[in-house]
């Protein structure tokens, strides 16, 4: 099985001390490769509504549904209340996130979701792309940060922004330039908002070698 890591995830490990660093790797060879999504009602729900295919009221009342969701399965109950939860935090952080001169559409009309990195298969789906409303290319893209237990920190938020800009530039850009400004990383429990940095050389940098080190031990 060939090593696999999501975006977020290589960013929370380009962060992690050592002893972490090996159990994120034992944690993903357990489950294939991409961890199992476990916000997946609440990353659609809120997908839908911000690139205008449903209304802030059907948002709310999907919330409702979610968090009052009731099943004799333990996991999917609390996965589907878990996500009634996110898009309720979700509303409360929507007034900042502001972009400018774009057109929202979901990352699931898109093809290519992920790039190689030392040998590494790097998850690098974006929840939404941003294209401009003049020259109707894609210029960014948000990446919503869903965990509670993970926490996401500015240092995690900005790798993983680097993956998700250099995703964009492989497979996307063809000529235009990507915004770093407009590859925002969001983390839905605090409702920080991250954006690329401008300079990435040194972060592609680190990338790399933390790929080369995954790569390294994951038939370890």
């Avoid at 965990?147 to 938020?157: R, V």
Wanted: net charge negative.
């Amino acid at each position: 099985m060939e090593p696999k890591i999501t975006a977020n995830k290589l960013g929370e490990y380009l962060t992690a001390s050592a002893r972490r660093r090996r159990s994120i790797i034992k944690t993903l060879q357990e489950e294939g490769g991409f961890a199992a999504m476990h916000y997946t009602d609440a990353r659609n729900a809120i997908c839908d509504y911000l690139s205008g295919n449903i209304s802030s009221k059907q948002l709310l009342e999907k919330s409702n549904e979610l968090k009052n969701y009731v099943s004799d399965n333990n996991f999917t109950q609390s996965t589907k209340n878990a996500s009634g939860a996110a898009i309720e935090d979700f509303i409360d952080l929507e007034d900042e996130i502001v972009v400018k001169n774009c057109i929202i559409k979901k990352g699931s009309e898109f093809q290519e979701n992920s790039i190689e990195v030392s040998g590494v298969k790097v998850g690098a789906k974006p929840d939404l792309m941003l294209i401009s409303a003049e020259t109707e290319e894609v210029v960014g893209c948000i990446k919503f940060h869903f965990s509670q237990s993970a926490s996401l920190d500015k240092d995690a938020a900005e790798y993983t922004a680097t993956i998700m800009k250099k995703h964009l530039e492989d497979n996307y850009a063809s000529g235009n330039k990507i915004d770093p400004k407009k590859v925002l990383i969001i983390d839905n429990p605090t409702g920080e908002i991250y954006e690329a940095p401008k300079s990435t050389k040194s972060r592609l940098k680190d990338i790399e070698a933390g790929c080369e080190e995954i790569f390294a031990r994951w038939d370890a």
